[in-house]
C-alpha cells in the first residue's frame, strides 16, 4: 500500500498473518535496526520529530516518554503495552489486534530494543476473544520466524514478549492500576510519584504505551518521523483511528490525518443517521466533556483544536448524537457506569460518583430537586483534581459539561418531570 496510512488495516483473507504484513514492509524497520545497531537516541529522536502523541487518552509525546526510561540503570527493564480498551465509545484497538497485530509486536521490540528491555506484556481485556486468538497466533508466528526471543536474527538482542488477560476493569486502563494487576494484586492505581519510568512492573523501570501508539512506531522507523509530521499537522503528528458511533449511517473505525475537519469524518461515517440534526458530540470517550454540535462543526480533530473546543480528544472514542436525544438520560448512563468502576481507593471519588449518579438518575426520571443542578455542580467539583488516578476527573467532567451546555433540558426535567425532547 501507499505510504498514505499507517497500519494498513485492510480486510484481506489473513491479512492479520505475518505473510501479509511482511508482504507490506512489516518487520523492515525491526530488521535494519537490528542490523545497523541502530543509536536508541536515534530512535528517540525520530519520534520527537513524529510529534506521535499518545493515542490512549493523554496525548503525551511518545518520544519524550520513552527519554524518560533510566536505560542505562542495571537490571530488569520492561515494556507493556494497554490493551484494556474499556472507555465507552472506543474500538479501535481491537481492530488493531484483529487484523494488523504484527505492527503491535513490532512496534513494542522496537520500544523495547530503545529502552533496554528484554521482556514486554500486552495486557489485553479478556473479552477480547478474537483479538487474543489473533494477537497470540502473531506471537507464535514472529517467534517461529525468529523476530522475537534470545539472541535475535544473530543479533545479540534479547526481547521476549507475552499477553496477560485483564479481568475486565475499567480502571485497570489506568497504567499503574494496570501494573498492579499484571502483578497479581488487586487493580488499584499507585500514587505518583514515583512514576513508572523508575518504579513500574515489579518496582522495575517500566515504559507503558498503548496499543494504537506502539503500532505507529513501525511505520515511523521505516519512513522517517518528518514523514510521519506531515501528515498531520504541528505538534499533532500523524493519522489517528477513530471510533465513530451514536447516530451515524455507518459507524466504525476511521483513519484519518490529525488535523482533519470534522464534518469531513461525519461524511466519512455516512452523514447523521436519518438525516437528523446534529445535536452533540462527545469527541475523545465518555469521560470527556461533550461538545455542543454547532461548536464541534468548526473544529478539527487533533489534540488542540480540540482543547480550545473545550473537550479533549482522549482515545478518539467520537460519540455522535442527534436532536431527539435526552441528555439527561445521556449523563445518566454515563454517571452510573462510573459509579460501578469506582475502585473505592479515593473518598471523593468512591462517594462522589454515587452521589452524582443517584442525583442524575432521579433527575432523569421526574423526581429531580430545585438544588439539585447546585448540587451536581458542588460535588463534581470536589471530585476534580482530588484523587489519586483520573477516573474522578473522568465521572466529574462529563457532569460538569452537560449541566452547562445544556441546563435548560436538566432545568425542564426538573421542573415538569419529563423530558423537552
Not at 515489579?202 to 498503548?210: A, E, H, K, S, V
Not at 493519522?239 to 466519512?268: D, I, Q, R
Not at 438544588?371 to 458542588?378: K, R
Request: charge should be negative.
Amino acid at each position: 500500500m501507499a505510504n498514505e496510512v499507517c497500519f494498513n488495516i485492510v480486510h484481506l483473507d489473513k491479512s492479520w498473518t505475518i505473510k501479509t504484513y511482511t508482504a507490506n514492509e512489516g518487520y523492515a524497520a525491526w530488521k535494519k535496526i537490528l542490523k545497523e545497531k541502530t543509536p536508541p537516541e536515534e530512535i528517540i529522536s525520530q519520534l520527537k520529530i513524529s510529534a506521535l502523541r499518545g493515542r490512549g487518552g493523554a496525548g503525551f509525546p511518545t518520544g519524550l516518554k520513552w527519554s524518560f526510561m533510566p536505560r542505562n540503570t542495571e537490571g530488569q527493564k520492561y515494556i507493556v503495552c494497554n490493551s484494556d480498551e474499556g472507555e465507552p465509545g472506543t474500538f479501535k484497538d481491537r481492530d488493531i489486534l484483529r487484523l494488523n497485530p504484527h505492527a503491535l509486536i513490532e512496534g513494542m521490540a522496537i520500544a523495547a530494543y530503545t529502552i533496554g528491555a528484554t521482556k514486554g506484556y500486552n495486557y489485553i481485556r479478556a473479552e477480547f476473544y478474537e483479538p487474543i486468538e489473533r494477537f497470540q497466533a502473531a506471537l507464535d508466528e514472529a517467534r517461529a520466524a525468529g523476530l522475537l526471543g534470545k539472541d535475535i536474527l544473530g543479533s545479540g538482542i534479547d526481547f521476549d514478549l507475552e499477553m496477560h488477560m485483564g479481568a475486565g476493569a475499567y480502571i485497570c486502563g489506568e497504567e499503574t492500576a494496570l501494573l498492579e494487576s499484571l502483578e497479581g494484586k488487586k487493580g488499584q492505581p499507585r500514587f505518583k510519584p514515583p512514576f513508572p519510568a523508575s518504579f513500574g512492573l515489579y518496582g522495575r523501570p517500566t515504559t507503558i504505551n498503548n496499543t494504537e501508539t506502539f503500532a505507529s512506531v513501525p511505520s515511523i522507523m521505516r519512513n522517517g518521523g518528518q514523514w510521519f509530521l506531515d501528515l498531520g499537522k504541528p505538534n499533532n503528528g500523524g493519522t489517528k483511528l477513530f471510533s465513530v458511533s451514536g447516530h451515524v449511517n455507518k459507524p466504525g473505525n476511521y483513519e484519518v490525518a490529525m488535523g482533519t475537519p470534522f464534518p469531513e469524518l461525519l461524511a466519512m461515517a455516512g452523514g447523521m443517521l436519518g438525516g437528523r440534526k446534529l445535536k452533540a458530540v462527545i469527541p475523545g470517550g465518555s469521560s470527556t466533556p461533550v461538545v455542543p454540535g454547532n461548536v464541534m462543526m468548526d473544529v478539527t480533530m487533533d489534540y488542540d483544536s480540540i482543547a480550545k473546543a473545550g473537550s479533549m480528544l482522549g482515545a478518539g472514542s467520537v460519540i455522535i448524537m442527534d436532536e431527539t436525544t435526552c441528555m439527561a438520560k445521556v449523563l445518566a448512563r454515563i454517571s452510573h457506569f462510573y459509579y460501578e468502576e469506582s475502585c473505592g481507593q479515593c473518598t471523593p471519588c468512591r462517594e462522589g460518583t454515587g452521589w452524582l449518579s443517584r442525583v442524575v438518575h432521579r433527575i432523569e426520571h421526574g423526581q429531580g430537586q430545585p438544588e439539585d443542578l447546585a448540587l451536581l455542580e458542588d460535588v463534581a467539583a470536589k471530585i476534580e483534581g482530588h484523587t489519586i488516578c483520573a477516573l474522578g476527573d473522568a465521572a466529574a467532567m462529563p457532569v460538569a459539561s452537560f449541566i452547562k451546555h445544556y441546563r435548560d433540558e436538566f432545568q425542564y426535567h426538573i421542573d415538569h418531570g419529563k423530558c423537552m425532547v
